[in-house]
Structures are given as structure tokens and as C-alpha cells.
């Protein structure tokens, strides 16, 4: 127990917690850009938006209209003390109840539309956005904080946009037009309310600059936590196999606390900014009680009473929005740091882009070559050095090497999914930086070791690789693989669904899928990157079998770990450190008795376990 609350302190001082005081200072909220940015959504949507302006303005002088009337029947027919007069003026304010109410229906309406289709648009953009960035970006990005961007920072968004904006334009041109009536009934009066805004901007200078860094330091920490969790279901058979459940709950602990402190200390702080302002503006109607009553009785003023009531409920409705405004300046600041973040993921650029002069490849015959290659995922710090290789059209290449020799990153070249530090790669003499990624994606096929699968069918998941593909055309392809049977045995066949990540699926059963989805593709190259490994030996003899038949005249790229898979190959690439320290065929290394050879005799009657192993 003490060695784990030990490592636990440890953790979470390291990792888990974040002190403020490190942060890197960030700079001021642009708020009124923030704002901009957001509504340039709504341009798609101009009548709705112009429609909701409108109402928004409405509203604004429906209210102090209300305020208005009740002096002026109070000056007119209840001081004439005419009964019909009274009626009259009882039904006018009726109407006009109706009327404020009507309009809030149709605004609460217009600014829910609103609001959904600006964040179905931005929500659209930012998946888009995602699918563009390169790989680097999210081998160096959790997936928590992605998530979170996409989850909570956008309905920070939406409320923003649906609660607050409208609400608190709302809310200013109460304000506004009731200053104006205020003052024209009574500059004094007035002047008092007037005296009341500079201790209201030197309260909301005070706060926002507390309340803004709590804001912005609690999504940052929710992301922590959403990462946490994903690395948590993501790896919940390995917790439970290590008896981690215990030593796992509490680092999750640690970051909810982390997360609370922000939460927490934001309302700390609005437990003090709210009640100030309240007392502020009740201390001030308090004064417009003491001097509105003396200009009432004072005979040298003798102002009507009902000119007195007119105003106290136009100061009533002067200091609510300005209540409500303060009230929600919270959800207003948390919206605007959930958009800055939203923003900030929009304006991410690639890491690369294919070249203004890059061209779509044309059909290809599958040559392959590196030319004195360097590459390093850190610049400063390659992986690969001076890599010089050709693969003709229809060879199959088998790279081999221990866990971390490069082999993965050969691959990821030959993919684009990186661009080289120094050197060349060329697909049929074309440099692959003059050649468009997705022009190359189209005539590749890839399997992983742990090949991904999407929700949905096998069916689904074989046509990923050709949405136009029948259903004819799909069973004919894993037909070719001689795994029809397979596919067939399964509860429903093709129409199983696999479930999320293909967990219905044995392991064997998803390298299946995967391995017909790349056949589907019709590649011209062709990488298995270790795709073997999860399938027993009758199948893979099967698989073997097949990929002779369907891989002839395409260049094919295996990283394995079985000797069966390579025996075969046409080259085999030995590296170690990223060089290429041998290279030939599978007869001609054993004979050398060098690497290869060393590794063969090893492990040639365990054919099994993993080549690579060190």
C-alpha cells in the first residue's frame, strides 16, 4: 500500500496535476473576434439570423414598453379616474403582454435553429479539418484532447450561441433603451443611475481577469480527464490483468480533483462578483427610493407619482439585465475559451502538404525506390540513414530487423504518411514529392498487425476499400482468398456485424476482413505490415496460397515475424539501427552466416514466434 500511494504522489506531481504558476501566459481573450469568427457560420443562414436581429430588437423595447404603460395609465385613467378609460387602457396592456410573449416564442425558436446549424457547420469543418492533418500530428496529440475539442469545447459553443450572445443583446438594448427613457423623464434621477457605472466596470475589470484564467485552465484539464478515460477503456484488459484497478481509480482521482479546482475556484469567485453587484445595484435603488420620493412631495417639483413609478420599474428593468449579464458571464467566458480552443484545432496547419506542382499518379507498374534516403520523426534525430533499395514491378520485398530497426518507418515512407529528411523515393521514376497523396493512397493496399474496422458489416468493412463494389463483386474477392468458408461460418455471414473496432471478431477473423478490404482495392502496391501474425498456420497456408495467385505483377512491401511469410520474398532487407546491413535472397543469407542466418537458425523450428525478437 505505501509503495503504491508512493508511486501515486509521484504520478501525479509528474504528470497529473498541472501548476498554474508553469503555464505559459497566454494572451488576453479576444472576445469580439472570438464572436466574429463564430457568426461568419450564421452567413449561410442570413434570413434566419436577420429574422432573429429583428425579434432580438423587439424584445428589447417590448419590456420597456410594459414599464412605460403602467405610468401612463396610472398618469391617464386611473388618476382621471375614468372606469372606461381604465378597460381600454387594461386591454392595450394586455395586447402588449401578448405581443412581448409572442416574440419570445418565435425568438427562443430562431436562436435554437441558430444555434444547432452553427455548430453542425463547425462540428462538419472540424472533422474534415482532423482528416487533413498529417500523422505526426496525432502521434504527438491525445486523443482526449481531440475529443474534447469535438465534445465539450463545441457545446461550450452552441450554449454560447443559443443562451448567452442573443440573450445578452437582448439584455443591452433593454438597457439602452431604457437609459434613454430614464433619462428623458428625469436626468437626476438619472444621474444617480449614471453614478453607478464606473464601480460596475471597476468590478468587472477586477473579476474577469480571475475569472478568465479558471476558465481557461478547466478544459484544458477535462482533456486531461477525457484522455485518461480513453486510455482506460482502451486498456482495460491489461489493468485488470496487472490488478490495476486500485492504483488506476486513483490517478483518475487526482485528475477529477485537478478538474474540480478550476471548476470550483471559478465559482469561488462569482460567489464574490454576483453578490457585490447586487448589493451595488440595491444600494443604488435604495437612493433613487430616497431622492424620487423627496422630488415627489417637494412642491417646488411635485413630480406625478405615476412619472416616479414609471421610473422606478424603468430602473428595475435598467439593473436586471445587468444582473443577469453578470450572472452569466461565466458560461459567456467558458463558451469564448471553448472557441478559442475550437479555433485553435481549425487553424492547426498539416505538418505537410503535397507540392503546388504535385501531379496524380497515372497507372503504375510498382517500381520502388529509395535513393540514399535519411528520414527521423525529429529532424535532429534520424531513424534512417542512407537507405538505397529498388523494388521492381511484381517483387515482393520482406523487411526484417529487430524492434526498432526501421522496418515501420520504411513503410510509413512508402505510404506518404511521412515525407523524407534528405534523399529520394521514387514510384516509377516519379519523385513522391511531385506525386499527390491521394492519387498514390488509391493504387496502394495496406493490412496492419492490428488492422482497424469499422462499425458496421463485414460486408461494410470489405467495401470500404470500393464503395461501388456489389455485393457479388465483394464475395467473388474473398473467394480469391479461398476464405469464403470463413466469412460464411459466421454467425450471419457477411451481414455480422463486426461491432466497434471489430470486437465481435476473433483476431484471426479481423486480419481476414482487413486482408480482403486491401484486396478489394486492386492495389498496385501492396505493404503487410506483420498481417500474418494473428492467423493460425492452416489459415495462413490458405492466405499464402491466395496472395500468389492475386500479388502477381504488384510490388508488395512485408514487415513478418514468421520465416513462412519471407521464404518466398524476391528481396529480403535486414536493417539494423536504420541501415540496411544485409540484403538477398532467403537460400543466399542463410548460406552467409551472418544476421539472417543467426536468426533463421534460431528460431527455424519455432517458426511461430517472432523473427525479430532480439
Same mark, same amino acid.
Given at each position: ?6 508511486l501515486r504522489?509521484?504520478?501525479?506531481? #509528474?504528470?497529473?496535476r ?6 505559459p501566459?497566454?494572451?488576453?481573450l479576444d472576445?469580439?473576434g ?5 457568426f461568419?457560420y450564421?452567413?449561410p443562414?442570413a434570413?434566419m439570423r436577420n429574422?432573429?436581429?429583428a425579434?432580438?430588437?423587439l424584445?428589447a423595447c +417590448?419590456?420597456?414598453a410594459k414599464a ?6 396610472i398618469?391617464g385613467?386611473i #388618476? ?14 394586455v395586447v402588449?403582454?401578448?405581443?412581448t410573449?409572442v416574440g419570445f416564442?418565435?425568438r427562443?425558436?430562431?436562436?435554437? &435553429?441558430?444555434?444547432?446549424a452553427?455548430?453542425?457547420d463547425?462540428r462538419?469543418?472540424?472533422?474534415r479539418?482532423l482528416l487533413?492533418l498529417?500523422? #505526426? ?8 484532447r481531440i475529443?474534447?475539442?469535438m465534445t465539450?469545447d463545441?457545446d ?8 448567452i %450572445?442573443?440573450t445578452?443583446?437582448?439584455g443591452?438594448g433593454q438597457v439602452?433603451?431604457?437609459?434613454i427613457?430614464?433619462l428623458?423623464?428625469?436626468w437626476? +434621477?438619472? #444621474? ?6 464606473p ?7 477586477y473579476?474577469?481577469?480571475?475569472i ?6 478547466g478544459?484544458?484539464?477535462f482533456s486531461? %480527464?477525457t484522455?485518461a478515460?480513453?486510455?482506460?477503456v482502451?486498456g482495460?484488459?491489461v489493468?485488470q ?11 483518475f482521482r487526482d485528475?477529477?480533483t485537478?478538474h ?8 469561488h469567485?462569482s460567489?464574490?462578483?454576483?453578490p ?6 440595491q444600494f443604488f ?5 430616497v ?5 415627489a412631495?417637494?412642491?417646488n417639483?411635485?413630480?406625478?407619482v405615476?412619472d416616479?413609478?414609471?421610473?422606478f420599474?424603468?430602473a428595475?428593468?435598467?439593473f436586471?439585465p445587468i ?6 458571464y461565466?458560461?459567456?467566458l467558458?463558451a469564448m475559451v471553448?472557441?478559442?480552443r475550437v479555433?485553435?484545432l481549425?487553424?492547426t496547419k ?7 506542382d504535385a501531379?496524380?499518379l497515372?497507372a503504375?507498374a510498382?517500381r520502388?525506390?529509395?535513393c540514399d534516403l535519411?528520414?527521423?520523426?525529429d529532424?535532429?534525430?534520424?531513424v534512417?540513414?542512407?537507405?538505397n533499395f529498388?523494388?521492381?514491378?511484381g517483387q515482393?520485398v520482406a523487411?526484417v530487423g529487430h524492434?526498432?530497426?526501421g522496418?515501420?518507418?520504411i513503410?510509413?515512407?512508402i505510404?506518404k504518411l511521412y515525407?523524407p529528411?534528405?534523399?529520394?523515393? +521514387?514510384?516509377?521514376?516519379r519523385d ?7 492519387s498514390?493512397?488509391r493504387r496502394?493496399?495496406m493490412?496492419?498487425q492490428?488492422s482497424?474496422?469499422f462499425e458496421g458489416?463485414?460486408?461494410?468493412n470489405v467495401r ?10 465483394v464475395i467473388?474477392?474473398v473467394?480469391r482468398l479461398?476464405c469464403?468458408? +470463413?466469412?460464411?461460418?459466421?454467425p450471419q455471414?457477411f ?6 473496432g471489430g470486437?465481435?471478431?476473433s483476431?484471426?477473423q479481423?486480419?481476414i476482413v482487413?486482408?480482403?478490404?486491401a484486396m478489394m ?10 498481417a500474418?501474425s494473428?492467423?493460425?498456420a492452416?489459415?495462413e497456408?490458405?492466405v ?5 495467385r492475386?500479388?502477381?505483377?504488384r510490388?508488395s512491401?512485408v514487415?513478418?515475424h514468421?520465416l513462412?511469410?519471407i521464404r ?6 535486414v536493417?539494423?539501427?536504420?541501415r ?9 543469407l %542463410?548460406?552467409?552466416?551472418?544476421i ?5 537458425r534460431?528460431?527455424?523450428g519455432i &517458426?511461430?514466434?517472432p523473427?525479430?525478437?532480439?
Amino acid at each position: 500500500m505505501k509503495e503504491r500511494a508512493k508511486l501515486r504522489r509521484a504520478l501525479t506531481a #509528474s504528470s497529473l496535476r498541472v501548476n498554474p504558476e508553469k503555464l505559459p501566459e497566454k494572451p488576453v481573450l479576444d472576445v469580439f473576434g472570438l464572436l466574429r469568427r463564430v457568426f461568419t457560420y450564421a452567413r449561410p443562414y442570413a434570413g434566419m439570423r436577420n429574422w432573429l436581429v429583428a425579434m432580438v430588437l423587439l424584445r428589447a423595447c +417590448l419590456l420597456p414598453a410594459k414599464a412605460w404603460a403602467v405610468g401612463a395609465i396610472i398618469n391617464g385613467p386611473i #388618476s382621471a379616474a375614468d372606469p372606461a378609460g381604465i378597460a381600454w387602457a387594461t386591454a392595450g396592456f394586455v395586447v402588449l403582454i401578448v405581443a412581448t410573449q409572442v416574440g419570445f416564442h418565435f425568438r427562443s425558436r430562431l436562436v435554437l &435553429d441558430l444555434g444547432e446549424a452553427v455548430i453542425h457547420d463547425m462540428r462538419r469543418d472540424l472533422f474534415r479539418h482532423l482528416l487533413r492533418l498529417k500523422m #505526426s500530428y496525432f502521434d504527438r496529440t491525445k486523443a482526449g484532447r481531440i475529443i474534447g475539442r469535438m465534445t465539450s469545447d463545441l457545446d461550450a459553443v452552441r450554449l454560447g450561441v443559443q443562451d448567452i %450572445v442573443f440573450t445578452s443583446l437582448v439584455g443591452v438594448g433593454q438597457v439602452v433603451i431604457t437609459a434613454i427613457l430614464m433619462l428623458w423623464y428625469d436626468w437626476v +434621477l438619472f #444621474s444617480i443611475v449614471v453614478a453607478m457605472g464606473p464601480v460596475v466596470w471597476k468590478l468587472n475589470t477586477y473579476f474577469k481577469r480571475r475569472i478568465t484564467e479558471q476558465q481557461r485552465q478547466g478544459p484544458e484539464s477535462f482533456s486531461r %480527464v477525457t484522455a485518461a478515460l480513453t486510455e482506460s477503456v482502451h486498456g482495460i484488459r491489461v489493468t485488470q490483468g496487472f490488478v490495476r484497478q486500485e492504483v488506476n481509480a486513483d490517478f483518475f482521482r487526482d485528475l477529477v480533483t485537478d478538474h474540480s479546482r478550476y471548476s470550483v475556484g471559478a465559482g469561488h469567485i462569482s460567489a464574490v462578483f454576483l453578490p457585490l453587484l447586487e448589493l451595488n445595484s440595491q444600494f443604488f435603488i435604495a437612493l433613487l427610493v430616497v431622492v424620487g420620493g423627496y422630488r415627489a412631495i417637494d412642491p417646488n417639483i411635485a413630480r406625478p407619482v405615476g412619472d416616479i413609478v414609471q421610473f422606478f420599474f424603468l430602473a428595475n428593468l435598467f439593473f436586471d439585465p445587468i444582473r443577469s449579464l453578470a450572472n452569466q458571464y461565466n458560461n459567456a467566458l467558458t463558451a469564448m475559451v471553448g472557441a478559442e480552443r475550437v479555433f485553435s484545432l481549425l487553424d492547426t496547419k498539416p505538418d505537410w502538404e503535397d507540392a503546388d506542382d504535385a501531379e496524380d499518379l497515372p497507372a503504375v507498374a510498382g517500381r520502388v525506390e529509395f535513393c540514399d534516403l535519411t528520414f527521423g520523426y525529429d529532424r535532429a534525430r534520424p531513424v534512417l540513414h542512407g537507405i538505397n533499395f529498388v523494388a521492381e514491378p511484381g517483387q515482393t520485398v520482406a523487411l526484417v530487423g529487430h524492434t526498432g530497426s526501421g522496418k515501420t518507418s520504411i513503410i510509413n515512407l512508402i505510404s506518404k504518411l511521412y515525407l523524407p529528411t534528405s534523399g529520394r523515393l +521514387l514510384i516509377d521514376g516519379r519523385d513522391i514529392l511531385k506525386v499527390s497523396s491521394d492519387s498514390l493512397h488509391r493504387r496502394m493496399g495496406m493490412v496492419h498487425q492490428h488492422s482497424y474496422l469499422f462499425e458496421g458489416t463485414v460486408m461494410d468493412n470489405v467495401r470500404f476499400a470500393r464503395p461501388d463494389a456489389s455485393s457479388r463483386d465483394v464475395i467473388e474477392c474473398v473467394r480469391r482468398l479461398d476464405c469464403l468458408d +470463413l466469412v460464411e461460418a459466421l454467425p450471419q455471414g457477411f451481414r455480422t456485424p463486426v461491432g466497434e473496432g471489430g470486437r465481435n471478431l476473433s483476431v484471426g477473423q479481423r486480419q481476414i476482413v482487413s486482408f480482403a478490404r486491401a484486396m478489394m482495392a486492386d492495389p498496385r502496391i501492396l505493404i503487410l505490415d506483420e498481417a500474418t501474425s494473428a492467423i493460425d498456420a492452416m489459415t495462413e497456408g490458405r492466405v499464402q496460397r491466395a496472395l500468389e495467385r492475386l500479388l502477381q505483377g504488384r510490388t508488395s512491401f512485408v514487415v513478418a515475424h514468421r520465416l513462412s511469410t519471407i521464404r518466398r520474398a524476391d528481396q529480403i532487407l535486414v536493417l539494423r539501427h536504420g541501415r540496411i546491413v544485409e540484403r538477398g535472397r532467403h537460400d543466399e543469407l %542463410v548460406a552467409a552466416g551472418n544476421i539472417y542466418s543467426e536468426l533463421h537458425r534460431h528460431f527455424s523450428g519455432i &517458426d511461430a514466434y517472432p523473427l525479430d525478437a532480439g
